[in-house]
């Protein structure tokens, strides 16, 4: 028998991601071989062999030291045995880690993640979330005059379900508006404070035609029907009043087709070319074509003195998030951190990357976002996946466990705590539809969402019963006045819960493994311990622990002292 599993200190060690330039020591225990060799190997330098050195009993170990760069480092395990037979063991055909197999050939190899160390802002680890599509937040008093400066397709019902005017090609040739404007969000924040919100997230806020406004017409002006500098401005001001912080879209893959960009002779260098010279639009969609990032103008007009990032960060935001991360060369994304730090060493950066960020492929090439140079944060898509099915009986909690902890161990831990965590987003059905309107199933994964490691975001609307499928029924208006009252109660006791206990945001993370129905695990810090049970079915589960019963009620997620 072989044995070796990536997530027992007893096999390796430290646990998980290591900084450049550590020492790693790894260990197999093999019956009756007499060798053992540790195959490695990194994109920069190929393959490299280590010679094991016998311990007591079967155990084989070596210490290796790690590149003094971000990486990543594969390994899989050569055993011999006296009959002159050779085994190799490999990490497991799920590629999540943990216990290995045997493999005849061609192992999968366990992931080692090298990255450079960061700090991230406090604030942004301790903050609950919350993500604003602007047009359809609030109305705000300015809206009238912003209108009339406007002159947009305004929906008279703010309650009606939002669509688009299409032509029959499918292309949208009408944007419909529902008027939402940045004073309309500075006049909810007393709402978002009383409900514990502490970081706000925008969707695009810049020029544009569209009323998602992806499609930027001019990064450096406020959507006229939002507002203007001024009231960009006093949002910011007054969020900071209290304690809040503003994070922005940043759309920089892409413009829009009507922008001044596009249609000006001066900016045409930054422009993608196919191989006959025709413009190359962002997924084949002719609203939006594509930019060079590189191009030295437009690596200038958005991270250089005074740029863009430059601009709004002075003028009060706390950082970026990223759209369509996985389409922007790494070389660009470190500018922009370089930049977003130096306008204020406090702010951070998120991607929107929706999968595993630490060995994603894209455009021909492993991709460094976690290796300490290009982002703080990502937005956890694949932990939405995995609750969701843990909801939708596609996998049970021991799987659901395993699916976490191979994201704990392949993200550097100061990432893994920053992460993004969501349940819906513009770009997905939201959560309530999602779960066929089950109150008690949103509470339950909301829940869970709050008790696992990561910042908590919700987006606007979830918490008052706000359903919709895709865009643009995902994108709905906030129901003030028909809000679920019941709901919005509970996210505010949620949050409230999560802000006073710290080992919800920086405590280790132990998973449990008791009941496939059960979701369990254990947060804890020097100051507390607390148990985490979440149960999925119908009735009402009694699990023992410890010596211990807990009753978890259905669809309920429960947090106790122990």
């Known amino acids: 028998m072989i044995y070796h599993n990536s997530q027992d200190l007893e096999c ?5 991601a290591v900084p450049v330039s550590s020492e790693v020591k790894i260990t197999v225990n093999a019956d009756y071989a007499c060798g053992s060799v540790l195959r490695t190997w990194t994109e920069e330098n190929g393959e490299y062999r280590y010679e094991m050195h016998r311990e ?4 084989f170990s070596v210490n290796i030291k790690m590149p003094d760069y971000g990486t990543l480092v594969w390994y899989y395990f050569i055993i011999y045995y006296p009959s002159g037979d050779t085994c190799l063991y490999g990490a497991p055909s799920n590629k999540l880690g943990g216990i290995g197999q045997e493999y005849r050939e061609n192992p999968e190899s366990f992931q080692i993640t090298v990255y450079k160390p960061i700090q991230n802002a406090k604030w942004f680890k301790d903050s609950v979330m919350y993500q604003i599509f602007p047009d359809r937040f609030n109305k705000g008093s300015d809206f009238e005059s912003r209108e009339s400066i406007a002159q947009r397709h305004i929906v008279d019902d703010w309650y009606s379900t939002p ?11 009408d944007w419909t508006f529902y008027g939402g404007t940045l004073k309309g969000i500075e006049e909810k924040l007393d709402y978002l404070q009383d409900l514990g919100i502490s970081t706000i997230y925008l969707n695009p806020i810049f020029k544009a035609n569209s009323n998602h406004r992806y499609d930027t017409s001019d990064y450096m002006q406020i959507d006229p029907l939002l507002g203007d500098e001024e009231s960009y401005m006093s949002l910011c001001s007054e969020a900071k009043k209290r304690n809040m912080h503003i994070i922005l879209d940043g759309v920089f893959s892409h413009v829009g087709r009507h922008s001044k960009y596009f249609e000006e002779e001066k900016y045409q260098e930054w422009f993608k070319k196919d191989e006959n010279g025709n413009n190359v639009y962002w997924w084949g969609v002719k609203d939006l074509p594509e930019v060079n990032e590189l191009s030295p103008s437009y690596l200038n007009y958005i991270c250089g003195d005074g740029g ?3 601009k709004w960060i002075s003028l009060g935001a706390s950082g970026f998030r990223l759209d369509v991360a996985d389409e922007l060369p790494d070389e660009f994304i470190k500018h922009i951190r370089t930049r977003i730090k130096e306008s204020n060493s406090d702010s951070i950066l998120i991607g929107e990357v929706w999968e595993d960020a630490s060995n994603k492929f894209s455009h021909g090439e492993k991709r460094k976002y ?3 140079e290009e982002l703080d944060s990502i937005m956890n898509y ?24 191979s994201l704990y161990e392949n993200y550097p831990k100061e990432i893994l705590y920053s992460t993004m965590n969501l349940l819906s987003s513009h770009d997905r059905v939201r959560l309530l539809t999602v779960l066929d309107s089950n109150d008690d199933m949103l509470r339950m994964l909301y829940a869970l969402l709050f008790y696992l490691p990561g910042v908590p975001c919700i987006y606007y609307g979830d918490e008052a019963g706000l359903e919709g499928y895709f865009d643009p029924q995902n994108r709905a208006c906030y ?3 028909k809000e679920n009252n019941e709901l919005v109660t509970f996210f505010k006791s949620l949050i409230k819960e999560y802000n006073e206990h710290s080992s919800l945001k920086d405590g280790d993370f132990s998973p449990l493994y008791l009941n496939e129905n059960v979701l369990s695990f254990i947060r804890k810090n020097e100051d507390e311990q607390l ?3 979440a149960n999925r079915t119908d009735s009402n589960i009694t699990v023992i622990l410890g010596g211990k019963e807990y009753e978890i009620p259905a669809y309920r997620t429960i947090c106790r002292n122990i």
């Open 163 to 173: 669509s688009y005017i299409k032509d029959e090609q499918g292309n949208v040739i």
């Open 531 to 533: 148990l985490v049970l």
């Open 382 to 405: 694949p932990l939405r996946t995995i609750l969701l099915d843990f909801a939708e009986y596609k996998c049970d909690a021991f799987t659901t466990i395993k699916r976490f902890m």
């Open 479 to 481: 129901p003030w006045g």
């Open 12 to 16: 390796k060690s430290p646990f998980g």
């Open 370 to 372: 976690l290796m300490g």
């Open 308 to 310: 863009v990032i430059d």
């Open 56 to 59: 007591e009993g079967d155990d």
